[in-house]
Structures are given as structure tokens and as C-alpha cells.
């Protein structure tokens, strides 16, 4: 991991996998008591309204300011403009 991010606080943050797990953990507790599924378009509604009303319980990741450093590292073209100076540069 400390390869991949770009700060202290991304590796310190993206190295569980609470960030992944929490927003699954909302959405089992909201369509627990569902038990008849009619079909996949009923899923979808009901994973996506789960999903939505998770969100409004998330808190900023650690380092979200930095977040473009971690998008140049993995993705080098979808950063035009980047001059890495010591290891760290904004976008210009």
C-alpha cells in the first residue's frame, strides 16, 4: 500500500477495508426484512435507494485533499500537466 498512496493519511485510510465494508453494511441493514425479491429491477431499486441512504452517514476519507496525487500515481494520462517534485505536486 505504501507504493500506491500518495500520503500518510491515504495509506493509513485505504489500508482496511472499512471503506468497502461500511457502505455494504448500510445496505444490509436496510433490505434485511425483504424477503421476496420479485426480480432484478426490484433489486437494483431497492440496493441503489440502500446505497443513497448510506451515503449520508459517510464521513471524509482521510486525505480526500490529496486524493488528486493518488489519481496521477495510478493513472498517469488523466493527469495532464503534473510535474512530481519530490514526490508530491499539484496539478497546474
Same mark, same amino acid.
Given at each position: 500500500?505504501?507504493?500506491?498512496?500518495?500520503?500518510?493519511?491515504? #495509506?493509513? #485510510?485505504?489500508?482496511?477495508?472499512? +471503506? /468497502? $465494508? /461500511?457502505?455494504?453494511? *448500510?445496505?444490509? +441493514?436496510?433490505?434485511?426484512?425483504?424477503?421476496?425479491?420479485? @426480480?432484478? @429491477?426490484?433489486?437494483?431499486?431497492?440496493?441503489? /435507494?440502500? %446505497? &443513497?441512504?448510506? $451515503?449520508?452517514? %459517510? =464521513? =471524509? +476519507?482521510?486525505?480526500?485533499?490529496?486524493?488528486?496525487?493518488? $489519481?496521477?500515481? &495510478? @493513472?498517469?494520462?488523466?493527469?495532464? @500537466?503534473?510535474?512530481?517534485?519530490? *514526490?508530491?505536486?499539484?496539478?497546474?
Amino acid at each position: 500500500m505504501d507504493a500506491v498512496a500518495a500520503t500518510r493519511q491515504q #495509506c493509513r #485510510c485505504l489500508a482496511t477495508t472499512n +471503506i /468497502s $465494508e /461500511s457502505p455494504h453494511a *448500510g445496505v444490509r +441493514i436496510r433490505t434485511r426484512r425483504v424477503t421476496h425479491w420479485q @426480480n432484478g @429491477n426490484m433489486v437494483l431499486r431497492w440496493m441503489a /435507494s440502500a %446505497f &443513497l441512504r448510506t $451515503e449520508r452517514r %459517510f =464521513k =471524509k +476519507i482521510m486525505g480526500y485533499r490529496d486524493l488528486w496525487a493518488l $489519481e496521477a500515481i &495510478l @493513472n498517469p494520462a488523466a493527469v495532464p @500537466n503534473l510535474q512530481l517534485a519530490a *514526490g508530491h505536486a499539484r496539478p497546474r
